[in-house]
Nanobody, 119 residues
Framework: VQLQASGGGLVQAGGSLRLSCAAS????????MGWFRQAPGKEREFVAR????????YYADPVKGRFTISRDNAKNTVYLQMNSLKPDDTAVYYC?????????????WGQGTLVTVSS
């Protein structure tokens, strides 16, 4: 099983990026998927998650109203649209696949993609 994240890069504050995470090796249409991030010197933190059908989402307070998570089950891919980026959003972003029926346990992690927001 591989989760290949892409779309990170360097952007100015106020800009936008779209992250993608494509799963291969198996399908995850029955699982919640999500995004986490880890800033330098900090612990990994939750960013957003989406249910298996894509019709229910949940966000961490710092990104509410700015980030949007979505998924395309036909492509086995989850996305994170990030708008109005701030320097505090600088981090390595990881996609995740939750355990079956779980809201807490992550079974699979992507390799991470670096997002750097300059002021």
């Amino acid at each position: 099983v591989q989760l290949q994240a892409s779309g990170g890069g360097l952007v100015q504050a106020g800009g936008s990026l779209r992250l993608s995470c494509a799963a291969s090796g198996r399908t995850f249409t029955t699982r919640r998927m999500g995004w986490f991030r880890q800033a330098p010197g900090k612990e990994r933190e939750f960013v957003a998650r989406i249910n298996r059908n894509g019709d229910s989402t949940y966000y961490a307070d710092p990104v509410k109203g700015r980030f949007t998570i979505s998924r395309d089950n036909a492509k086995n891919t989850v996305y994170l649209q990030m708008n109005s980026l701030k320097p505090d959003d600088t981090a390595v972003y990881y996609c995740a696949v939750y355990g079956l029926g779980s809201l807490q346990t992550v079974d699979y992690w992507g390799q991470g993609t670096l997002v750097t927001v300059s002021s």
